[in-house]
């Protein structure tokens, strides 16, 4: 079995920390070096529920997309649902892991996994200068509304399900896609002349002032949604290694949901 500092090794190699951008926080959050790893899961979250899923797996180390402590912090003590998390994974011995920015701007990276659930072919970065988010195409032309389908179909179940800005009916061939908060990449859309755009967190403002400019597509996905690929992405990465250093790693994905938004309900009002 490899020792975590051999893990990480690895995870460093896929996903290198100095990529990462500089209010980030990625890296081991807490684990021994020296500790023996036997299984891996793989989260977008590292809330209780996911430590309490590591617990009940068996797994050693835990790898997440979103950082535990993105602001920095002056205690860890159990009284908050932070340090609670930290306590957790401390008293049984799991290591936790983060690969967030560093994964965003990877090749391939969490827009990369994103556009592999959605069946679309990458042509290439939305963003070149940092390789971030992915410019694609579709196997065929479809509408609005039928690509937005494809992303409720394909993308894991949330409440709020996929929202659409622009005309349901126009064609769309090609598409830009970006995991995680991505409405400050319109511009980078149109210039790259997609006729639609997949990404998540879209506010009313920038929406809003989006569909005045172009007649761009805009697809709305749950941020945890969105998110969610990479971690079937990632675990398949370290399978690999796994088998060729020899190491029989057990890696899992949860599939837990952690979206923070727990139910939808539709106003059957009008504005008064």
């Known amino acids: 079995m490899p020792r975590l500092s051999e893990v990480i090794a690895e995870l460093d190699a896929l996903w ?24 891996v899961l793989f989260a977008v979250d590292p809330v209780q529920d996911i430590a309490d899923e590591a617990i009940a797996l068996g797994a050693d180390l835990i790898v997440t997309h979103h950082p535990l402590y993105l602001r920095g912090t002056t205690t860890v003590a159990a009284g908050h649902f932070k340090g609670r998390v930290v306590h957790t994974l401390i008293k049984h011995d799991i290591a ?24 679309l072919r990458v042509t290439g970065p939305l963003v070149p200068e940092n390789n971030l988010g992915r410019i694609c195409e579709l196997d065929r032309p479809e509408t609005l509304a039928e690509f937005a ?7 894991p179940a949330t409440a709020q399900g996929i929202r659409v800005a622009g005309d349901p009916g126009m064609t769309v061939r090609r ?25 998540a ?21 749950a941020h945890w949604a ?19 250093h020899g190491w029989d790693l057990r890696v899992h994905v949860s599939k837990t949901v952690t979206d923070p938004w727990s139910s939808h309900h539709t106003s059957p009002g009008a504005p008064n």
């Not at 936790?96 to 069946?119: C, F, I, K």
């Not at 830009?176 to 006729?195: C, E, I, P």
């Not at 969105?226 to 060729?244: G, M, V, Y």
């Open 175 to 199: 598409v830009a896609v970006s995991g995680g908060s991505g409405d400050s990449l319109f511009g980078a859309a149109r210039a790259a002349g997609v006729d639609a755009f997949l990404t």
């Open 149 to 155: 389908s494809r992303a409720a179909a394909r993308l």
């Open 96 to 119: 936790l892991h983060v690969a967030h920015t560093n994964a965003d701007t990877a090749d391939p990276g969490v827009s990369d996994a994103l556009a592999g659930a959605l069946d």
């Open 201 to 221: 967190d879209l506010r009313h403002h920038p929406v809003s002032e989006a569909t005045q400019q172009s007649p761009l597509g805009l697809v709305d996905a």
């Open 16 to 39: 290198p920390p100095e990529r990462a951008e500089s209010w980030d926080a990625v890296g081991t959050v807490c684990g021994d070096p020296d500790a023996e790893v036997t299984r």
């Open 226 to 244: 969105t998110e969610w690929p990479w971690c079937e992405q990632a675990a398949a990465q370290l399978d690999e290694i796994s088998d060729r």
